[in-house]
């Protein structure tokens, strides 16, 4: 038993070393997760040596896509949609670990967003919020910032400017919380700009001038380019030609032509033109279409503010026309998109309707698997009850068979004598199949043959009507017709009162008498002293001999 315990030990433990990974693997996943952000470039070349075939179990393996997709992202490199990001988002919708939960939500929604799937991506940030709320992690508020800002991003792009701004807007406490004053500030830049397509110019021009001054003091060129270009933006709308031209002088100065270059040439000619400087208007279009980023729709909208403003209506009417062709189709493309809000919304129904139907489809499972469990137990118990029934009618026919032979031994009256030689033949078949049962070390299934043999031959010693007669028949020749006229005087009693009176007469004990009428000794006990009474009340003329008898 103890080596068969220790077999199934080892196993167990085998099982389980199987089906989890290895110490070194897990090392290398969590070092590539501490210096991921520091030394992207590392911890790059550690994820790339990790071979995925050594990372077992769903849990480590989640982890693991979940660590390669943020080693990417920091390496600005998109992780596979079907590869990472898709399982990512699979494990963990339905999980409880909040942390990954709104990492792995996070690293889904870029994925979507760089696809275009701006649904899913806002789908999958709103679940990150939902985590972040609900977990403990020193990293919180930069994630929180990174979710908002995202989302800012997706309404901007789908032209909900409001929704947009409130992101940007929360992004940027989110940073500062975080002490991320780099995250903070590029926030703000981005309110700026969601303020200047909604027309808020005091908001743009606040948030500008904050950037400028964080650009100047940290010597950010990237950052003060763009913001000079947003500032120029802002004053040409605003029709204030003088201080945008002001902002292009410095753009010339700080060389920050070249970064944006159709652009800048646009601008010049718009602002040219409400100079009155014609040729130098014309000729900054000109170079508008030969720059290597040009946009022909920002300039044809040049070209027809340009020659507007110049007088060349004509001209400026075909260039109209284009913009306004341009503008059209960007309004189709608009109103053609289903309401954002309303596709996350089918997305959470269609994602909560399959989370629904797999709890189910587990829920079933579990319960087959827990009715398939019962219905085992309940198995067993009754085979290892059948069992403990049959040792039990086994020991009660081996003691009885054993009474019964001791009693006709150790008699010499004539009536036992005969009695005997009725049943002899089958007592010695009982005791041949006792024998054979208790030191036979066969298969269950011959000893179930044996036991059926055992009770094949009790049944017929109880329900034989030539057995019966014999036995009666003896106890009439030897006790003076005592059944006969038993049966004669009280014609009243129930078969199974004669058997009673039969047996006791022929001189078999309770334990014995139990077997024949299929009950116990105490109830035949019982049954021998209310028949005894019965006869005594009968008032039959030899109630007392009939009597006296059963206790003989």
């Given at each position: ?207 500008f001038d904050e950037v400028c001054r964080i650009a100047e003091e940290c010597e950010d060129r990237m950052l003060l380019c763009e913001t000079l270009y947003l500032w120029a933006d802002l004053y040409n709308e605003v029709d204030e030609y003088a201080e945008c031209r002001k902002v292009l002088k410095r753009i010339v100065s700080e060389d920050f032509v070249q970064f944006d270059e159709c652009h800048f040439y646009c601008l010049d000619a718009m602002i040219s033109a409400s100079e009155g400087r014609s040729d130098d208007a014309v000729k900054a279009l000109e170079l508008a279409s030969e720059a290597d980023d040009a946009d022909k729709g920002s300039i044809n909208y040049a070209s027809y503010v340009t020659h507007r403003t110049l007088g060349n209506y004509r001209v400026a009417l075909r260039y109209h026309e284009h913009s306004k062709h341009a503008q059209d189709a960007l309004m189709f493309e608009v109103l053609d998109r289903s309401v954002l809000n309303m596709q996350v919304e089918l997305l959470d129904s269609r994602l909560q309707s399959k989370i629904r139907e797999e709890q189910l489809s587990r829920e079933r499972i579990v319960w087959l698997v827990v009715v398939f ?180």
């Amino acid at each position: 038993m103890r080596i068969a315990l220790k077999i199934l030990t080892l196993c167990v433990a085998l099982v389980i070393a199987g089906c989890s990974t290895d110490r070194a693997t897990k090392e290398a996943i969590r070092r590539a997760e501490t210096i991921a952000r520091e030394m992207p470039d590392s911890a790059l070349v550690l994820i790339e040596s990790i071979d995925p075939q050594n990372v077992r179990g769903e849990d480590d393996k989640a982890h693991y896509r979940l660590v390669e997709a943020e080693v990417l992202y920091y390496n600005r490199i998109l992780p596979d949609r079907e590869e990472v990001a898709q399982p990512l988002f699979d494990h963990y919708l339905t999980s409880n670990d909040h942390r990954e939960r709104a990492r792995a939500m996070y690293q889904y929604a870029l994925v979507m967003q760089a696809e275009g799937e701006n649904a899913e991506a806002l789908y999958a940030l709103l679940e990150a919020e939902k985590s972040l709320e609900l977990c403990k992690y020193i990293d919180k508020p930069r994630l929180q910032g990174l979710v908002h800002r995202t989302k800012g991003e997706i309404y901007g792009v789908e032209c909900l400017f409001s929704n947009a701004y409130e992101e940007h807007a929360m992004a940027k406490v989110c940073f500062e919380r975080a002490n991320l004053p780099s995250h903070a500030t590029f926030a703000m830049l981005d309110m700026g700009r969601v303020a200047l397509s909604l027309r808020d110019y005091d908001s743009a021009k606040s948030c500008f001038d904050e950037v400028c001054r964080i650009a100047e003091e940290c010597e950010d060129r990237m950052l003060l380019c763009e913001t000079l270009y947003l500032w120029a933006d802002l004053y040409n709308e605003v029709d204030e030609y003088a201080e945008c031209r002001k902002v292009l002088k410095r753009i010339v100065s700080e060389d920050f032509v070249q970064f944006d270059e159709c652009h800048f040439y646009c601008l010049d000619a718009m602002i040219s033109a409400s100079e009155g400087r014609s040729d130098d208007a014309v000729k900054a279009l000109e170079l508008a279409s030969e720059a290597d980023d040009a946009d022909k729709g920002s300039i044809n909208y040049a070209s027809y503010v340009t020659h507007r403003t110049l007088g060349n209506y004509r001209v400026a009417l075909r260039y109209h026309e284009h913009s306004k062709h341009a503008q059209d189709a960007l309004m189709f493309e608009v109103l053609d998109r289903s309401v954002l809000n309303m596709q996350v919304e089918l997305l959470d129904s269609r994602l909560q309707s399959k989370i629904r139907e797999e709890q189910l489809s587990r829920e079933r499972i579990v319960w087959l698997v827990v009715v398939f469990a019962v219905v085992v137990v309940l198995l067993l118990i009754y085979v290892r009850y059948r069992i403990r029934l049959k040792n039990a009618d086994i020991s009660r026919y081996a003691a009885i068979v054993e009474e019964m032979q001791t009693a006709v031994e150790s008699s010499n009256s004539a009536m036992t004598e005969t009695i005997s030689s009725m049943y002899r033949d089958r007592f010695a078949e009982l005791n041949g199949l006792l024998d054979t049962y208790y030191d036979h070390s066969g298969s269950s299934r011959q000893k179930n043959i044996i036991y059926d043999q055992m009770c094949d031959i009790v049944e017929e010693l109880k329900h034989s009507r030539r057995r019966v007669a014999e036995l009666e028949s003896a106890v009439n020749h030897y006790r003076n017709n005592i059944m006969q006229r038993l049966r004669e005087q009280i014609p009243d009693l129930k078969p199974r009162e004669v058997s009673i009176a039969l047996y006791s007469y022929a001189g078999f004990s309770n334990r014995a008498i139990s077997i024949f009428i299929d009950s116990d000794p105490i109830t035949v006990s019982k049954l021998r002293y209310g028949l005894k009474r019965k006869i005594l009340n009968s008032k039959a003329k030899d109630a007392e001999i009939l009597a006296q008898a059963l206790s003989d």
